[in-house]
């Protein structure tokens, strides 16, 4: 029975028929030897003795366990050479069962990456501890050039107002084309109306006889109900009266009565000044709706801000960086590191959408051994620039070197690999190229006095550019509930309370990330990659995504 991190001492003995002098064992951690994922053994050959006695070799070493599931020391395999079989053959120990409660590990890696010769200010400095990192081959350990370390990818400051204005004014320009459109159609109508009132008049006021006059004035009235939208039949009875007129043999060679042009003049008038029958406005109103709608969503959509630097404070942390990357000696080396770490945090805070200086940040948490740092500082860079190299190779390598037994976020599914735009764009640069092609679309579907055809041809692609960028970032999401655990050995307990029982067999380690489900005063109930519930210190973990404020460095 044995906890995790305790020392275990395993005896390995050889025996044989021939000499054994110079027999040796095969790595402990390759194949056929312990597990690394569950074992911490040895570096290096371990020396033997023989004993004459029995012709057998003794080999004593020391393991640690590194996790609460192991159930038993596996069998250690042995192959050699036969010469009376003339082939190799593999040989086998008995396995050990093994009983392991739960415990905080402390490796030789760690006591490595961790000197016990380090100053108060240093642990005052960083009370959590940080994840150890025996060492930092294969890390792009690369400074960001004085150029790009505030440089803020486009689309990342606060975006509400160009969104606003993408929304809002190509719906009010709608609005304008559509009374453009009405108010045309009525300016036209009137003249149309006025045109024929006038050719109504003239025929009226012609001083011809009836019987040459009444064919005229027929023929304008039936026009002027014609262009005003009036029913002609309301002049039945007084054009049967001017036809009367027109047909009588003794009244025929005399101009049209006066009533009977009173009472025509009336009509014509009353059907001038009666509007024109209303279009339909529920495509108006539908606009109007979806503007309101589209600029309150875009209103409550908070967004951070960056906030100005003082370039002595970039360029000391620069060079604090820069005298750890040149120190030979490793003590200085993680001194001068963690210096650089505590200058670039207050400023990544401050800046929160400038991906290269969080970079530089994790970096230098990555020259201290802190895990936890590093891999927040990572998931904020690329919060804001997705597609930066450094935080994902950094990311990626820092994720190998967490164990294998903490649960991972899922790798990318075929869906990711078909929607690859994702994957090239922050949340706030989708909503904006989905907002560009909204108004463009509306713009080129309005119905402009004039408009050719072609394009309100080309506005139909334009919209469906507008469904899949706002689409993809409401399904991106802004990671506003993802964190990352920045002190290494926490357990994670079932309840908000220090003595409640764990719900995880491990302590997690600094680096694990983790989503928020709830926030209860100091403590904060997460979920794992693979489903696993249970509660944490809030000072334990840090969100991904920045606070409003930057002066403060937890979210909880």
């Known amino acids: 029975m044995v906890s995790v991190g ?63 599931e192991v159930r038993e020391i596996p069998p250690i395999a042995f192959s050699y050479f036969d010469p009376s079989t003339g082939e190799y053959r593999t040989v086998t120990s008995e396995p050990v069962a093994l009983s392991v409660g739960a415990g905080h590990l402390v490796g030789v890696a760690d006591v490595v990456a961790a000197p016990t010769v380090v100053s108060q200010a240093t642990r005052e400095d960083r009370p959590d501890g940080g994840g150890a990192i025996a060492t930092l081959v294969g890390a792009d350990m690369s400074l960001s050039t004085p150029q790009t370390t505030l440089a803020v990818p486009w689309g990342t400051r606060d975006t509400r ?21 009405r108010s045309g159609g009525r300016r036209t109508r009137n003249r149309t109306v006025r045109q024929a009132l006038r050719a109504l008049e003239k025929a009226l006021d012609d001083g011809q006889p009836a019987r040459q006059a009444a064919p005229g004035i027929v023929a304008a009235l039936r026009r002027l109900a014609d262009v005003s939208g009036n029913d002609p039949r309301e002049t039945s009875g007084i054009v049967e009266r001017l036809e009367t007129r027109a047909f009588d043999p003794t009244a025929a060679d005399q101009t049209v009565p006066r009533e009977i042009a009173a009472d025509l003049r009336r009509v014509a008038r009353d059907w001038a000044r009666r509007p024109a029958v209303q279009v339909p406005t529920t495509a108006v109103v539908s606009a109007a709706v979806v503007s309101l709608v589209a600029l309150a969503v875009l209103i409550e959509s908070p967004e951070s801000l960056a906030s100005e630097v003082a370039p002595e404070a970039i360029e000391e942390a620069r060079g604090l960086y820069r005298a750890a990357i040149e120190e030979t000696d490793r003590l200085r080396r993680v001194r001068l590191f963690a210096s650089a770490e505590r200058a670039f945090r207050p400023l990544a805070a401050a800046n929160a959408d400038a991906p290269e200086l969080h970079v530089d940040w994790g970096n230098a948490a990555l020259g201290t051994q802190d895990a936890g740092r590093a891999l927040l500082a990572y998931r904020r860079a690329l919060s804001s620039a997705p597609d930066n190299e450094r935080a994902l ?38 909503h904006l190229l989905g907002g560009a092609a909204f108004a463009v679309g509306v713009l080129l579907l309005t119905p402009w006095p004039r408009r050719p055809r072609w394009l309100g041809v080309v506005g139909v692609p334009a919209l469906a550019v507008w469904i899949v960028g706002a689409g993809s970032a409401v399904l991106t999401g802004d990671a506003a509930d993802d964190a990352v655990v920045i002190t290494d050995g926490v357990a ?33 109930r997460v979920a794992l990659a693979d489903g696993t519930r249970g509660w944490l210190s809030a000072s334990s973990v840090e969100a991904v995504v920045l606070p409003v404020t930057p002066d403060v460095t937890t979210s909880y």
């Open 492 to 524: 994670l307990r079932s309840a908000d309370s220090t003595g409640a029982s764990p719900t995880f067999a491990n302590p997690l380690p600094a680096g694990t990330e983790v989503g928020i489900v709830e926030v209860r005063d100091a403590w904060v």
């Open 161 to 181: 107002l160009l969104l606003g204005a993408l929304y809002g004014a190509p719906l009010l320009a709608a609005l304008v084309g559509f009374a453009l459109v």
């Open 393 to 430: 190779a950094n990311l990626a390598w820092v994720r190998d070197r967490l164990p294998v037994w903490l649960p991972r976020p899922a790798a990318d599914s075929a869906l990711d690999s078909l929607l690859f735009w994702r994957d090239r764009f922050s949340v706030s640069q989708l």
């Open 6 to 68: 305790e020392p275990v001492e395993l005896t390995v003995r050889l025996r044989g028929d021939g000499p054994l002098t110079g027999l040796s064992l095969p790595p402990l951690d390759g194949p056929g030897g312990l597990p690394a994922a569950h074992f911490s053994v040895p570096e290096g050959s371990v020396a033997g003795e023989v004993d004459e006695e029995t012709n057998s070799k003794l080999f004593v070493f020391t393991v640690r366990v590194k996790s609460a």
